[in-house]
């Protein structure tokens, strides 16, 4: 089976603007997670979506928002960058099941000027 | 009470040593820990996972320890080569919950030739 692929991989934008970042989960995975990694802050859960809906959601600002499509492809939009938005962004796949082993992608690296 | 502590913040070991990472957490109602294994420009990747009706679980050359008494879980990795250099993280999540995992802020592992 194929991973978890996130495209772009890298992006460069600069303040104020507003970006879109993508993941595609294993085939078969209905749950698609979101993180942020940051040197200063680690790794921060970001929000979770199952079958189209979002299940859980991190604490992080109205400008961080998701959704998930019907083939369970999901995408990430933050709007109004700003400089501390600079971070790896993680998508994370699986079943959807209690307690079950997530799978990541590369992450899309964003730097925001 | 959302916290997972830790420890070391890097660590170099020699080729043929024992590597040993430790995390303590406070809430009680996590129930699943797992370690993850990440490389320079690549996502997180399972490595292994306990959960508390285990004291131990041994994986070939990982094992992780868990004392639930302590709220403390520990990673170690039998004769650390230079392939097992890489950052790792400790998480945990809430019963029926693993998409929220909360991190550890992840060990820096050099392994010396």
């Known amino acids: 089976k194929a991973g978890v692929t996130q495209t772009p991989r890298y992006l460069i934008k600069t303040r104020g603007q507003q970006v879109t970042l993508s993941c595609s989960p294993i085939?078969?995975?209905?749950?698609v997670s979101w993180y942020q990694q940051t040197p200063g802050q680690g790794l921060q859960f970001l929000f979770e979506?199952?079958?189209?809906?979002?299940?859980n959601k991190g604490n992080f600002p109205g400008r961080f928002s998701g959704r998930q499509f019907s083939n369970s492809r999901s995408e990430m939009n933050v709007s109004t960058l700003e400089l501390g938005d600079s971070a790896l962004y993680l998508c994370?796949?699986?079943?959807?099941?209690?307690?079950?082993?997530?799978?990541f992608g590369p992450g899309t690296r964003l730097l925001v000027l | 009470q959302q916290q997972v502590k830790q420890s070391p913040q890097s660590l170099i070991v020699q080729k043929g040593g024992i590597s040993i990472i430790n995390c303590a957490y406070e809430?009680?109602?996590?129930?699943?820990f797992p370690w993850y294994q990440q490389f320079p420009g690549k996502g997180p990747a399972l490595l292994i996972a306990?959960?508390?009706d285990v004291s131990e679980k041994k994986e070939g050359r990982f094992t992780i320890s868990f004392n639930k008494s302590a709220k403390q879980f520990s990673l170690h990795i039998m004769d650390s080569q230079p392939g097992d250099s890489a950052t790792y993280f400790c998480?945990?999540?809430?019963?029926?919950?693993?998409?929220?995992?909360?991190w550890g802020a992840g060990t820096k592992l050099i392994i010396k030739p």
């Open positions: 994370a796949s699986n079943r959807g099941g209690a307690n079950e082993a997530q799978y």
């Open positions: 085939s078969g995975h209905r749950s």
């Open positions: 809430n009680t109602a996590f129930d699943y």
């Open positions: 306990i959960r508390p």
């Open positions: 979506y199952f079958s189209e809906t979002q299940r």
């Open positions: 998480a945990a999540s809430k019963a029926g919950s693993n998409y929220q995992l909360i």
